[in-house]
């Protein structure tokens, strides 16, 4: 018993160091061949069948065990090296630094020999090599890598990341020979390529190449994508801090040229507030050269049509005759301040220089700040000019006035004030009457117009076969189906009647007499003798008729209930409603052309029934319907041009 006892605490020793001798391997990470030394010294001792297996299956853990400690210290080991290089693309403050980082973290992370960092251009195909490292000098920075084959192509299309193990030799892709040259020229073999993406999008491509065969390990390849997250997180936030900067030097920009600009114009508020009232005090013309000279700190002066000197105020440099006269042709061409000399302009008080110009000395030294103002100083001239000639009224009477009023352009103030004179005042708004009978105008008509005009305080004239009155109020609608069954009933015939309003100032008038008169012609036209209508009434007939076109006042008119729903709301009724009217009015296909299901497609036409009115589809009203939607869709796609390319566009629309 006493041996066969010896005997198992011999065997329980042994295990004990054979555990130990393998522990110890891991600790200190042996290599494989101590792994194999201590199994043939085992066998050569003569150890057992059990001890043997014993053994093998120590071997086995022990090798385990350490290759998975290696593999988790070579992942940290990973981490730490992306770690490090978010650490120090987010360090580089300029673009080509930051470009330059990637490629050679790139290169370092994989050991490999080649990196380059190429860049897609937005207007242009291809990508661009904007950064490379490691001896790379066939490859020159902003060479333009083709679009259509090599790794890169790939690439781009699947937005995955592709390799090969000797490029050359591998048909597996679409071969590109200037690509080839290139890689044939830098003896490369193995290639890896993997995209550069931010928020989804693709914004270039990360290459690593080596010169010899190589197969990459998948692990290798996730660690570069991830290494080229990193990088297009870092392009990108590069990219916007850039812009940034660019935004904030242009916003001071603006913002002083905004100031000199604010400077400038209350400047000018404040001395022609100045000249405007010493016009109404009925001051001279010295006096306004006075002030003006004071403001532009210089002198100031009149010139004849023919640019006769007239009147001066302060010094005023001589000037040769021949330069004078000159300078005022050309003032009176153009319309603007024209230079005589080195600090002195001329301008004309109105266009063409009938009136005379405004002659200024401003100093040779002096800059162009107060040459913008000096317009304002003429017109103020040429309106004490007018003043003083239209002192001494004439009077007319009420007729002649409205034809002004109505006919050919004249001056606004003098029409204002000649209003006055007839107790005509435009605080309040005014809508214009175009009317006639069914042979055109009767003498019955036209008196009748001319006492209901003077009824209500308003004017009455007969123009172009037509009685037109101008009369108080905001709604024409209404003042027309007020006045049309009166004019109706004094005349003893049915009066047909166009109205365009409200005008609240004079050259208002002309306008909404010029569209009255539209809507009376096309009421007419359209068979509609004895009723009254407005541009608004005509439907997109008179968004044409009327004089300014008014686009957004016709799109709120028809469709505006829908548009307000989805802005309040944040639905698609807008693009449901079209889609189903281009779909032939068929639920169906406009579910399939919006791809959503058809009961979605009939709930939102029910809704759009409720806010346009159970009528929404009769013929009359579709095709307003239609012209809504489509310039609501023009003037949505024109609010994100520039506005210079928006008036260019409304004004052929206009047309």
């Not at 011999?10 to 110890?24: H, N, R, T």
């Not at 981490?79 to 990637?102: M, N, P, Q, T, W």
Request: aromatic share 4%.
């Amino acid at each position: 018993m006493s041996d066969l006892g010896s005997g198992e605490e011999g065997s329980e020793e042994d295990e004990s160091d054979d555990a130990l001798a393998f522990l110890e391997f891991i600790a200190r990470s042996a290599p494989r061949s101590e792994y194999d030394r201590l199994m043939a010294r085992a066998e050569r001792s003569g150890a057992d069948e059990d001890r043997m297996r014993r053994l093998e299956r120590f071997n086995r853990l022990a090798l385990t065990a350490q290759s998975m400690i290696e593999y988790r210290r070579d992942r940290e080991a990973e981490l730490a090296a992306l770690v490090d290089a978010a650490h120090e693309f987010v360090a580089a403050r300029r673009g080509k630094d930051l470009l330059e980082s990637i490629a050679r973290r790139a290169r370092l992370l994989l050991k490999l020999d080649v990196s380059y960092v190429g860049l897609h251009e937005e207007d242009r195909p291809g990508t661009v090599v904007l950064s490379a490292d490691g001896n790379a000098v066939k490859v020159a920075e902003s060479y333009r890598l083709p679009a259509d084959g090599g790794l890169g192509a790939m690439v781009r299309t699947c937005r995955a990341p592709f390799w090969t193990p000797d490029y050359l030799g591998d048909n597996s892709f679409t071969h590109v020979e200037a690509v080839d040259d290139i890689v044939r020229a830098e003896g490369l073999r193995a290639v890896l390529a993997v995209p550069l993406c931010a928020g989804g999008e693709p914004m270039g491509v990360l290459y690593v190449a080596d010169r010899q065969v190589r197969h990459l390990t998948p692990n290798e390849v996730t660690l570069l994508c991830s290494l080229a997250d990193l990088a297009a997180v870092a392009i990108e936030r590069n990219r916007l801090v850039e812009e940034l900067h660019d935004t904030i030097g242009q916003l001071r920009q603006d913002i002083g040229e905004a100031r000199t600009a604010l400077a400038r114009t209350r400047r000018s508020a404040d001395l022609q507030s100045h000249l405007v009232t010493q016009v109404m005090d009925r001051r001279g013309a010295d006096s306004l050269l006075a002030t003006a000279a004071e403001a532009l700190g210089g002198g100031a002066g009149l010139c004849s049509p023919l640019g006769r000197p007239l009147a001066e105020y302060g010094t005023l440099r001589p000037v040769a005759p021949t330069e004078l006269r000159a300078a005022c042709r050309r003032a009176a061409e153009t319309g603007r301040p024209t230079s005589v000399a080195p600090g002195v302009w001329t301008v004309p008080l109105l266009p063409g220089g009938n009136a005379g110009f405004l002659l200024t000395d401003l100093g040779p030294d002096a800059d162009h700040t107060a040459v913008p103002l000096l317009p304002m100083v003429a017109r103020t001239l040429a309106l004490h000019l007018r003043v003083q000639h239209d002192d001494s009224p004439k009077a007319q009477s009420h007729q002649e006035f409205f034809d002004d009023l109505i006919g050919a352009p004249r001056s606004p103030t003098l029409l204002r004030e000649r209003a006055l004179m007839f107790s005509l005042s435009f605080r309040r708004p005014h809508v214009v009457l175009v009317a006639d009978g069914p042979r055109g105008t009767s003498p019955r008509l036209e008196a009748s117009g001319a006492d209901y005009a003077k009824e209500l305080g308003g004017l009455c004239s007969v123009r172009d076969g037509a009685v037109v009155l101008l009369l108080p109020g905001d709604d024409p609608v209404a003042v027309a189906q007020t006045a049309a069954p009166e004019l109706t009933d004094r005349a003893g015939h049915p009066v047909t009647v166009g109205v365009a309003g409200p005008a609240s100032t004079v050259d208002g008038i002309a306008d909404a007499h010029r569209e009255a008169a539209k809507c009376l012609e096309t009421l007419r036209a359209l068979g509609g003798d004895g009723g009254t209508a407005c541009a608004s009434d005509l439907g997109f007939l008179g968004m044409l008729l009327a004089e300014e076109n008014d686009v957004p006042g016709y799109i709120r008119t028809t469709i505006g209930p829908v548009v307000d729903y989805d802005t309040h709301r944040f639905t698609d009724l807008v693009p449901t409603l079209r889609v189903y009217l281009e779909s032939g009015r068929s639920p169906t296909r406009a579910a399939e052309t919006l791809r959503v299901h058809p009961n979605t497609v009939s709930r939102r036409l029910e809704r759009i029934g409720v806010l346009l009115g159970e009528d929404w589809q009769s013929p009359e009203r579709v095709l307003d319907i239609q012209l809504a939607l489509r310039l609501y869709q023009v003037r949505s796609a024109l609010s994100s041009q520039p506005a210079s390319e928006t008036r260019a566009v409304l004004g052929s629309l206009r047309e």
